[in-house]
Nanobody
């Protein structure tokens, strides 16, 4: 399995921006489609966004479409999440996830469908 470590979380005011990073090690990063999930206090973990291995194809949850952008740099074994126009409801622990091989369909991006997880990074958006 690939090991994942997130960074970049913190406290930001509503309307602000943050960029999360997820560094991968242990296996060939480009063998994995990559994604981000989040878990808000008292809620279940939910899918946020995903990106394919090479083509840059992406999926976004409706709640973040137009505000968040996922990208990856296979040379640096890193996936990024640029978060703009943050809202208090974006407050959550953000987890990086790896899914072996193909991006698949949107419905594939569930907790059970991932091969590896990071430990998460906390994002707090104040109003």
């Amino acid at each position: 399995q690939v090991q994942l470590v997130e960074s970049g979380g913190g406290l930001v005011q509503a309307g602000g921006s943050l960029r999360l990073s997820c560094a991968a090690s242990g296996r060939t990063f480009s063998n994995y489609a990559m994604g981000w999930f989040r878990q808000a206090p008292g809620k279940e973990r939910e899918f946020v966004t995903a990106i394919s291995r090479y083509t840059g194809s992406t999926y976004y949850a409706d709640s973040v479409k137009g505000r968040f952008t996922i990208s990856r740099d296979n040379a640096k074994n890193t996936v990024y999440l640029q978060m703009n126009m943050l809202k208090p409801e974006d407050t959550a622990v953000y987890y990086c996830a790896a899914k072996g091989w193909s991006l698949g369909s949107y419905s594939d991006w569930t907790d059970d469908g991932m091969d590896s997880w990071g430990k998460g990074t906390l994002v707090t958006v104040s109003s």
